[in-house]
């Protein structure tokens, strides 16, 4: 029995298993440091590579940080690009300033678009007091009297050449031509609610430092003469259509400045442009003669914005002859209640450079509106002297022109009135503009038979565009063609004293209950 018991336990694992191998910590410790080696130099190059090519992406729900395609297109045009100093941009905005997060990425959107010719330089006012102290000295923004800065956050655009610099070492202030100080309040659009407080209702900042860019490297602004003596605009109050004209030319860098012919033997040589808005009182035939040697100038430019029924006849021959006539009639439509509707839905017409981006978009022109008549391409006496009418804006469709306005039930009568086509915006171009040689000398004339899309409760951003796109055109600014800026506004979400009292209560009531309810499952989990 003790030989049959022992004879299987000669064959047990202990005695006749092979012994377990040491472990080799060298050989792991080294399979580590590789594998940890080899992670880091992955991250270093992933980073390395996001640093150098990389896609920005604008998230925000109306693309708030991104600029508009005519301050794109500026910042990629000769202007900006072909100059050998870079532009200096300083930032004086206290970083506890409500608008100093959208301000600092704005600009530094305008570096990035701008290659690097726009340079950016952040300057708290509270945190480098001295640093702020050069720059008010330097800028001319202190006040030695009361020895003080201006309190205000300031954005200052400085497009002075090395030269000018030089020259304006020894000057307490540099030279004002190409360097634009920008108070913050321009930025912000304000309004005294019923409260009589002032409270932010808009952000306009692209639109300001654009201007102010311009208005840098241009140093002086380009003149328009508006004539005063034939005109008839509304221009009393801060909401008025004089005032929405000026505000315009100005983000544009154009002055309007009112001028009388009466006075006057001939058109200003400094003028690049002269505008008539609502003419009322006709020309005399020295002061038509006056407009005609003017029109025939190189490089002149000619804005008339007219209303219905108001054309004076010596106007309408003057635009007649330039292939242009406003009509008498009133475009209009009738609604499916049968009610006459002047509101003209209308879009705008390709074929011309500065229409470009708003080629096919659809717009109103609120107000009253008569039609034009464009003789495009079909009269040979207009080619032989070059003289070439382009139409803007087309009317839509169910709309005419009706002759009869004012005697109520308006129809369309094909024998009277004025069916589709029908424009109300018109460019002339006199000169051969499609020579390259030659296109610098070119005269140009913008015609709009509407004056009440002026008006700040009938605005519409694309008729604000189509001007100021046709005000680039007409002063030969072709780098700030497109569309512009969008106003950013502050929006109210309307609700009722029961729905707020509602949200109260689950922020200081119901909220809480159930952290502390949570909170308590915990605890007593814990316990158990």
């Keep these: 029995m003790e030989a049959l018991i022992s004879a299987p336990m000669s064959d047990s694992p202990s005695e006749t298993s092979a012994p377990a191998r040491p472990v080799s910590r060298w050989r792991i410790g080294t399979l580590s440091f590789v594998q940890i080696a080899v992670v880091v130099a992955i991250l270093v190059a992933a980073n390395y590579l996001s640093s150098q090519y990389y896609v920005r992406r604008d998230l925000s729900r109306s693309s708030d940080f991104t600029l508009s395609t005519r301050t794109l297109n500026y910042l990629h045009g000769n202007t900006v690009q072909g100059r050998k100093d870079p532009i200096q941009w300083t930032l004086a905005f206290r970083m506890s300033a409500p608008f100093y997060d959208r301000v600092r990425v704005l600009a530094e959107e305008y570096n990035r678009q701008s290659n690097g010719k726009i340079v950016i330089k952040l300057i708290d006012p509270v945190r480098n007091p001295d640093e702020t102290l050069l720059m008010a000295k330097k800028y001319g923004v202190y006040d030695p009297g009361h020895h003080q800065i201006n309190r205000k956050d300031l954005v200052i655009i400085d497009a002075r050449t090395e030269e000018q610099i030089k020259a304006d070492t020894n000057e307490q202030k540099p030279s004002a031509n190409n360097v634009r100080i920008i108070d913050s309040d321009y930025l912000v659009n304000y309004e005294v609610d019923e409260k009589k407080q002032r409270r932010p209702v808009s952000f306009k900042g692209e639109d300001v430092l654009t201007a102010g860019l311009v208005a840098a490297l241009e140093g002086e602004p380009r003149k328009i003469y508006f004539l005063a003596d034939k005109s008839r605009i509304a221009a009393e109050g801060e909401r008025s259509a004089w005032k929405t004209l000026v505000s315009t030319m100005a983000l544009q860098n154009v002055l309007l400045e009112p001028i009388t012919l009466a006075d006057k033997l001939d058109i200003p040589e400094d003028a690049a442009g002269i505008a008539l808005i609502a003419p009322k009182y006709d020309f005399t035939p020295e002061e038509l003669a006056m407009l005609e040697r003017y029109w025939t100038r190189p490089k002149s430019a000619i804005i008339v914005m007219v209303r219905p029924d108001e054309t004076p006849p010596r106007l309408r021959a ?71 009418p382009v139409p803007l804006v087309e009317v839509a469709a169910d709309y005419w022109g009706e002759t009869k306005f004012g005697q109520g039930h308006e129809t369309f009568d094909p024998r009277e009135d004025r069916g589709a086509p029908l424009y109300l915006a018109a460019a002339v171009i006199r000169g051969a503009e499609s020579s390259d040689k030659l296109a610098g000398g070119s005269s140009r004339m913008l015609v709009v038979s509407n004056t009440d899309f002026l008006e700040p409760d009938h605005q519409w951003e694309e008729n604000l565009d189509f001007l100021s796109s046709s005000l680039n055109w007409l002063v030969g600014r072709e780098e700030l063609f497109g569309l512009g800026a969008r106003t950013l506004g502050t929006y109210k979400l309307p609700l009722l004293d029961a729905q707020a009292d509602f949200i109260n209560r689950i922020n200081l009531f119901f909220l809480p209950a159930a952290v502390l309810l949570i909170a308590g499952f915990v605890w007593s989990s814990r316990r158990a």
């Design 318 to 388: 003057f635009l007649r002859t330039n292939g242009v006539t406003p009509r008498r009639d009133h475009v209009i439509t009738s609604s499916k209640s049968g009610q006459t509707v002047s509101n003209v839905r209308a879009a705008f017409v390709g074929g011309i450079p500065f229409l470009r981006e708003l080629a096919g978009q659809a717009t109103v022109f609120e107000g009253v509106s008569c039609s034009l008549e464009v003789h495009e391409n079909s009269d040979d006496e207009l080619s032989n002297r070059q003289i070439y």
